[in-house]
């Protein structure tokens, strides 16, 4: 590489790195992270390292592994938004690590540098760091774990099967079994392709599955001790509940075949990612799809390709989510270093005529779509600030003229123009459009609210399971009231109730008499709508949220 190209590539490394971690402190403005930030301060609150509460109540439905990451993250920094999503910055950086380490193993350093800017870059990998879920710690430990595995491949080492056992497992306590289907769907996509399965039974691949379900043993007995041991819980409505069961079948077939306790409306659309994907993996996706082409055409061919974990283990597991009929757009960041490596390769190498026009265009596309919407939302949002607006413009126009300028490659000026609007867009959006949107969360409001020191004895109580940021802002625990059982619950004179304008809605149609204590201003979408981005809009797509008494 030249020393200008390494040059942006450095610069490009860095401001990447600040807008992956801008949004750090951002407050919550969707539902799950506050959910899990609950679960996890419940960890302090209860003193309990091993069972998973939240409204005081049992909670079955995700492993432990990320709640424990967030618990010791709050004992060691307090209990804070940016402590919530420090550990799991802390494994995107380490996804980092794992996807370099693993393409230049394969391919060089060039396609190694690229690979990085591209899962740094990418639309959902950036979201998930401030909308943090499992994500970012999946992306990790599915990249790792192949790294680790690709090297057990080659010689055995004690260290490499160590990681690779103890990172599968972290997996596997993050988000299920389903998850090997990437880690083990590489290997095994690896040995088919080198004519070496026998070599899958051999003692250190069989002393890898046996570490991995030691390393897995701490989910299986807090699973056990939470509800096994007992069956007189009551969980999803009924009794004799086996976390186990649960976190081996219910939770990972129930989820794929969309039925049981937790599942979506509608049956899954088979095309579901091949669409998300445009705007999840923007700006990448039109050349990962003419990558993944290249490859697919290269194994029909019998040419022999650098490595074939990541096209065995990435495809296999977006195509179980495909057939699964529970879909959301954030399943594939996990494997997004697995496409970045598979389509590193093909920003730099030379390409076919049509293949040369593709890459131009594909990354073309998205090089004008991303100002292009920043300066529409901003002009429609009218935020009261426009610094981080004027200073995001400033150093776009900045890297336009210096790319254009010193790099004369068509396609490597492609390639860091398409980075350098990604970073664009996203710099806007954790810095002006995601705190646009927070400041109308109105569960932040009303909890800012309790936690005055003069209402100390208030004893709080939530009407929806959908609360649960008020539920993570508030200083206290939060007890839960069924909605249907308000009208009979004998509250005593402390007792003071969080609603939503639904629950509102809903006791007011039911003639079920209550005092509103205040009332706080409302945004009650996840979705980002046309309505709200239009600020003379706005108040049509607003509600109120409430503090009541019986």
């Known amino acids: ?62 492993p432990h592994f990320p709640f424990w990451m967030v618990y010791f993250s709050f004992k060691l920094f307090g209990i804070s938004v940016w402590a919530y999503r420090l550990p799991a910055l802390l494994f995107f950086l380490l996804g980092i690590i794992y996807t370099h ?52 491949v080659e010689r055995f080492s004690i260290a490499d099967l160590f990681l690779a056992a103890l990172l599968t497992a972290c997996a596997i306590m993050t988000k299920g079994i389903f998850v090997i289907t990437a880690i083990y769907g590489g290997l095994l996509g690896q040995l088919i392709f080198q004519k ?15 570490l991995t379900f030691v390393f897995t043993l701490p989910e299986f007995y807090a699973l056990y001790i939470q509800f096994d041991l007992h069956p007189e819980k009551l969980v999803f409505d009924r009794h004799k509940v086996s976390g186990i069961k649960w976190f081996l079948w219910d939770s990972q077939f129930g989820r794929f075949v969309n039925k049981g306790p937790i599942s979506q409306k509608g049956g899954g659309d088979k095309f579901f990612y091949m669409h998300t994907l445009l705007w999840a993996f923007a700006p990448w996706c039109l050349l990962f799809y003419y990558a993944v082409y290249k490859r697919l055409k290269d194994i029909v061919k019998k040419i022999k390709l650098a490595e074939y974990y990541t096209i065995s283990g990435g495809l296999l597991l977006l195509l179980l989510f495909s057939l699964s009929g529970f879909q959301l757009p954030f399943y594939t960041n996990a494997i997004f270093p697995l496409f970045a490596i598979i389509m590193a390769p093909y920003c730099y190498v030379q390409l076919s005529g049509f293949g040369t026009k593709y890459r131009l265009v594909s990354q073309w596309i998205y ?51 398409t980075c350098s609007a990604a970073l664009f867009a996203n710099f806007y959006l954790v810095t002006v459009l995601y705190k646009e949107v927070a400041s109308y969360n109105g569960q932040i409001t009303a909890a800012r609210y309790v936690n005055r020191p003069s209402l100390a004895k208030w004893h709080l109580y939530s009407l929806k399971k959908e609360n649960n940021v008020f539920q993570f802002y508030t200083d206290k625990p939060i ?31 039911k003639h079920i008499n209550f005092t509103v204590l205040q009332s706080f201003q409302n945004y009650p979408q996840e979705r980002i709508l046309p309505d709200f981005v239009n600020k003379p809009n706005r108040y049509k797509v607003l509600d109120k949220v409430y503090l009541i008494t019986k």
């Open 479 to 509: 007890d839960y009231v069924w909605l249907e059982d308000f009208k009979n619950f004998k509250a005593d004179s402390n007792a003071v109730f969080y609603a939503s304008q639904l629950s509102i809605d809903y006791l007011t149609a």
């Open 196 to 210: 070496k399965f026998k070599s899958l039974f051999s003692i250190k691949f069989i002393g890898l599955f046996l």
């Open 101 to 152: 380490l693993f393409a230049r193993k394969y391919y060089g350093v060039e396609a190694a540098t690229i690979a990085v800017l591209i899962l740094m870059t990418a639309q959902y990998a950036i979201m998930g760091n401030t909308d943090v879920r499992a994500e970012p710690y999946l992306l990790a430990l599915v990249i790792g774990s192949i790294y680790h595995i690709s090297r057990l």
């Open 367 to 417: 090089f004008i779509l991303f100002p292009v919407a920043v300066l529409i939302i901003n002009y429609f949002l009218k935020p009261a600030d426009n610094l981080f607006f004027i200073i995001g413009s400033v150093v776009f126009v900045a890297l336009i003229l210096s790319i254009s300028t010193q790099i004369k490659r068509a396609h490597q000026r492609a390639f860091l123009l």
């Open 1 to 62: 590489m030249k020393d200008k190209l390494k040059l942006f590539y450095l610069l490009l490394f860095v401001l990447a790195l600040f807008v992956n971690l801008a949004g750090i402190n951002v407050n919550f403005f969707t539902d799950d992270p506050g959910l899990y930030a609950s679960i996890a301060k419940n960890l302090i609150y209860k003193k309990d390292f091993l069972q998973l509460y939240t409204y005081g109540q049992d909670w079955l439905d995700k």
